[in-house]
């Protein structure tokens, strides 16, 4: 990493310059629940979410360009291109669930969108749905409506950001699906290169930036089982923990459960034994 330079910190990732036009992004295994990074890494958590990103980069390209230049052999480090983000998260709702459904309850819609009465907690909605998110500094980010979205970024940009989102989200929806995997909702960070255009950039489809549910337990009505670190959220919720720092420390079990939920998710998704990754991460590029 001598080459490198360190200029950023995220609850996940590290961030490095390699020089004016390329970036390294180093995935850890650290997890964060509540917007609080916790003391127990999860083993390989960073590099299910960088050979995840890598395999979703490799097959959107004919959707969106993106960042990528290159995986590295640690299996958890991504060469990619400088972008210019944009400052909206990009998210995609197939599904009623999380913030969602709390906007739903409270409004009978979502960022603008109105919906159906009636719908229960994890429905599938009849068609997805384009909800922009502020970049929170610290603490959550906001879903912010169309208009407040377009305020930020410009009309015709908010237009083709959307468009860019929902058939990202429709390939990996139908990608998923027929590994036995819903996507219920996703974000993406998208981002403006040199000539304008608009690349794809960050992680891609990852349990950490989606709700992977197993369709065979999927029953609308309440939360599902999932694929990402709602394990962890459970446990903690379950302590009676105020949700401020520093948060709990996680026993062996909840650890375990963890990491085998994110490998499970690897290996549906891509279709590759998790350990043919770690010994050559390349793989996932084919």
Same mark, same amino acid.
């Given at each position: 990493m001598s080459e490198a330079v360190h200029v950023? !910190? #995220?609850? @996940?990732?590290?961030l490095y310059a390699l020089d004016d036009e390329r970036l390294l992004l180093v995935a850890s /295994?650290?997890?964060? %629940?509540? /917007? *609080? *990074? &916790?003391? %127990?890494d999860i083993p390989d958590k960073g590099r299910v979410l960088t #050979? &995840? !990103?890598? $395999?979703w980069f490799a097959r959107t390209r004919h959707l969106c360009p993106n960042h990528l230049l290159a995986v590295r052999p640690d299996g958890r480090s991504l060469e990619c291109r400088r972008l210019e983000m944009l400052p909206i998260e990009c998210v995609v709702r197939g599904y009623l669930s999380g913030s969602g459904w709390k906007d739903y309850q409270a409004t009978g819609g979502i960022c603008g969108h109105a919906l159906?009465?009636?719908l229960l907690e994890s429905e599938r909605l009849p068609e997805p749905i384009f909800t922009p998110a502020t970049k929170a500094q610290t603490g959550h980010d906001e879903n912010i409506t169309h208009e407040q979205a377009a305020e930020l970024v410009g009309a015709e940009q908010f237009a083709e950001a959307e468009r860019i989102s929902l058939e990202l989200y429709r390939f990996g929806a139908a990608h998923a699906a027929a590994r036995g995997i819903i996507l219920a909702d996703t974000k993406f960070e998208l981002g403006v290169d040199d000539s304008g255009r608009l @690349? &794809? #950039?960050d992680e891609a489809l990852t349990p950490d930036s989606s709700r992977f549910w197993p369709a065979d337990d999927y029953a609308p009505g309440g939360p599902q089982p !999932? $694929? /990402?670190?709602? $394990? *962890?959220? /459970?446990?903690?919720e379950s302590l009676g923990w105020d949700? %401020?720092?520093p948060g709990p420390e996680l026993p062996d079990h909840v650890v375990a459960g963890t990491r085998a939920r994110y490998v499970e998710a690897f290996e549906r998704l891509t279709g590759s034994s998790f350990g043919d990754y770690l010994a050559e991460p390349e793989v996932v590029l084919r």
């Open positions: 950023g !910190s #995220g609850k @996940v990732r590290e /295994d650290r997890i964060s %629940t509540f /917007d *609080v *990074v &916790l003391p %127990t #050979g &995840l !990103s890598a $395999f159906a009465e009636g @690349v &794809l #950039g !999932s $694929f /990402d670190k709602q $394990f *962890v959220r /459970d446990y903690c949700k %401020t720092a």
